[in-house]
């Protein structure tokens, strides 16, 4: 028997004043879209903001359904529109924040299962890695350097012998 281990680095910063001035402009971002999620059921919204590698920006907010299985989290909106709007071009960073009633919003949180295996799809089609910034509304920021290091051993498209 071999033993095998998983590990991976990231950033932790005491708050947003401790970012360079790019990344804090996409945290501002995706905390001022928070607002814009639809999650009348949960109420916790999440906003997303993307810098895509042409300098573009695109927004994601989550969107919720009273039959919850329909709904969808910020970062796949932010993913389908990037793909359908800008196809083919890869995404340098994604900014991730959260606001919700009776939470305290002052840690990171980790995008969902669901939203890690779209974030390490979207790396393999683009080839480029997708930067994370997570972040609440205040408190420490997380500064993950590819979205697929959250998945480790991850089922791609390459185990279902299509060619793409």
Request: aromatic share 8%; hydrophobic share 35%; with cysteine.
């Amino acid at each position: 028997m071999k033993s095998s281990e998983y590990k991976f680095s990231y950033e932790v910063y005491d708050s947003i004043d401790e970012l360079d001035e790019q990344d804090a402009f996409l945290l501002n971002k995706a905390r001022e879209t928070t607002p814009n999620a639809w999650a009348p059921y949960s109420r916790f919204r999440v906003g997303a903001v993307a810098r895509l590698k042409n300098g573009e920006l695109v927004i994601g907010a989550n969107q919720e359904n009273a039959s919850y299985p329909a709904g969808i989290c910020a970062e796949r909106v932010l993913l389908s529109t990037a793909g359908a709007t800008y196809p083919g071009q890869p995404i340098q960073s994604i900014a991730i924040s959260y606001e919700g009633d009776g939470v305290s919003g002052d840690h990171p949180i980790s995008p969902c299962g669901i939203c890690r295996q779209t974030l390490q799809e979207f790396e393999q089609r683009t080839k480029h890695p997708v930067r994370l910034i997570l972040a609440g509304k205040t408190g420490q920021v997380y500064i993950i350097p590819a979205a697929s290091m959250l998945l480790p051993l991850a089922f791609s498209g390459d185990e279902l012998d299509v060619q793409l």
